[in-house]
Structure formats: C-alpha cells, structure tokens
C-alpha cells in the first residue's frame, strides 16, 4: 500500500506478514503450557505413590496432552482460515494510494463484507 506523502509501504504491510508466524507461536506456546502443567500434575500432586495410580495419572496426563493438542490444531486451522480471508481483503489495498477517492471505496467495501 503506497501512501500519498511517502510513496512507500506502510506499518500494515509489515504487520500483515508477522500475523501468521505470531499465531502460530501462541499456539504451540499454550499447547506446550497446557502439557507442562499437566505432566506437573501427575508427578508432584499425585496422592498414592503406586505403580497403579501413577499409571493411572500417566493415562491421564496423555489425555489431556492429546486434548490439548487437538485444540491447538482446531485453532491452528481457524486461524489459518481467518488470515487467508485477510489477505484476500487486503489484496485490494496493495496498489492503492492511500488517500484517494480508490482507497476510501476499497475501505467501505472492506467494510461492508466485514460486517456481513
């Protein structure tokens, strides 16, 4: 997207690339968070210290891992969804001058989709 008194790109552009890989290292850090505590969980909380209940708290702390992992891959999709669609609607800013009478009907129909 140009701008009327630089000619150049503006912060958007930038921050339009770093949305993907932004994304992607939340989830895999809460995904990473979420396995941590429940490992935690079944080593220090457990009450009995045998071999049954600990393979018990094992069987479950893998659940929970496998849960966890499967919402970070139900977001990960989401999320993908989501970017693809915004640069399908920033497209129609990239060779616009910011300012004109061009950039301000891109806006409103931008807009408009948005809200539907």
């Known amino acids: 997207m140009k701008t009327i008194e630089t ?4 912060a ?9 890989v932004l994304g992607k290292i939340a989830i895999v850090i809460a995904a990473i968070a979420a396995v ?4 935690y969980a079944a080593y220090n909380l457990s009450p009995f210290k045998d071999a049954k209940n600990d393979a018990e708290m094992a069987e479950s ?8 992992l499967e919402n970070s891959r139900n977001e990960t ?3 993908s969804g989501i970017l693809s669609e915004l640069d399908g609607r920033t497209e129609a800013f990239e060779n616009l001058t ?9 806006i409103v129909k931008s807009n408009e989709e948005l809200l539907k």
Do not use: C, H, I, Q
Request: proline share 3%; hydrophobic share 45%; net charge negative.
């Open 7 to 10: 000619g150049g790109t503006t």
């Open 12 to 20: 958007l552009s930038a921050f339009k690339g770093m949305l993907p």
């Open 36 to 39: 941590a505590a429940t490992l």
């Open 61 to 68: 702390a893998v659940s929970d891992y496998n849960r966890a």
């Open 77 to 79: 999709s989401a999320l």
């Open 98 to 106: 910011v300012g004109t009478t061009e950039w301000y009907d891109a």
